[in-house]
């Protein structure tokens, strides 16, 4: 049973490839406007749980529920109409269309939108994420940052309760990556909740109030983010048994 005020949850969550287990007995929950941090190292399962938190992978044990109701068995886009959206580590925009019609397909087939309805919520994503001066360039002309903008402003569009990040800060700046934080913790100041992968922890524990430590499929630590980085299970996770003198982040 999920707490009072939580959003989403997964319980007792599994996912293999054939005899390969990448996730094992998951058990995530995020509250409403609730802030959380996913860090982990490399094949962690990380992303693997931000996939079948989004419906992209089907999960092979356990079930996810939204507000109560299990939507274990739906997939990406009637968990998006349902108000679960997500961004993509390489940022995917959509070929010979502009910012603004990018989006417009996001809250047309994300968002379940029409006419006016949809082009103001594609105008609000775009002034959400400081893209309104890009709005008639095509996509894929795009830098980094603003390729991750629109990655953003896309999900906005849909008009999310439950924004899923994997890794949007990767391969930005200091600068870059300073201006994402401050849209993120807009987006979230809008009561919108974030469940936020990412390396470069000095960015993330900007936003988060809570982390979450994976290892191996399995969640090893979870709580305030000090805490969660000078955890011993977590240092041996990232640097080896020997590091304990030496604190993740």
């Not at 860090?39 to 399962?45: C, D, E, F, K, S």
């Not at 989004?54 to 998006?80: H, N």
């Not at 959400?128 to 996509?139: E, F, I, S, T, V």
């Amino acid at each position: 049973m999920a707490e009072p005020g939580t959003i989403l949850a997964a319980s007792g969550l599994g996912k293999r490839f054939g005899a390969l287990v990448v996730l094992g007995d998951v058990d995530f929950a995020v509250r409403e406007g609730e802030a959380v941090g996913i860090v982990g190292p490399n094949g962690a399962g990380k992303t693997t749980l931000l996939n079948v938190l989004s419906g992209a992978y089907p999960p092979s044990a356990g079930r996810v529920t939204f507000r109560g109701q299990d939507v274990s068995a739906l997939d990406a886009a009637a968990r998006c109409r349902r108000g679960i959206a997500r961004s993509h580590q390489i940022p995917r925009p959509f070929s010979g269309m502009t910012v603004f019609e990018n989006l417009l397909v996001a809250a047309r087939a994300g968002g379940g939108l029409r006419g006016r309805a949809a082009e103001l919520r594609c105008l609000d994503a775009l002034e959400q994420c400081a893209m309104m001066p890009l709005a008639n360039r095509r996509g894929e002309t795009l830098g980094l940052l603003d390729r991750k903008r629109l990655e953003l402003a896309r999900a906005l569009a849909t008009g999310p309760q439950v924004l899923l990040l994997d890794e949007i800060g990767g391969g930005l700046t200091d600068g870059e990556a300073a201006d994402l934080v401050g849209i993120i913790q807009a987006i979230r100041a809008r009561g919108i909740a974030v469940v936020w992968i990412e390396h470069i922890v000095h960015i993330l524990v900007q936003v988060v109030g809570r982390l979450v430590c994976m290892d191996a499929g399995r969640v090893i630590a979870e709580g305030a983010p000090g805490d969660v980085l000078r955890d011993a299970a977590v240092i041996d996770a990232y640097l080896g048994p020997s590091a304990h003198a030496h604190p993740v982040g």
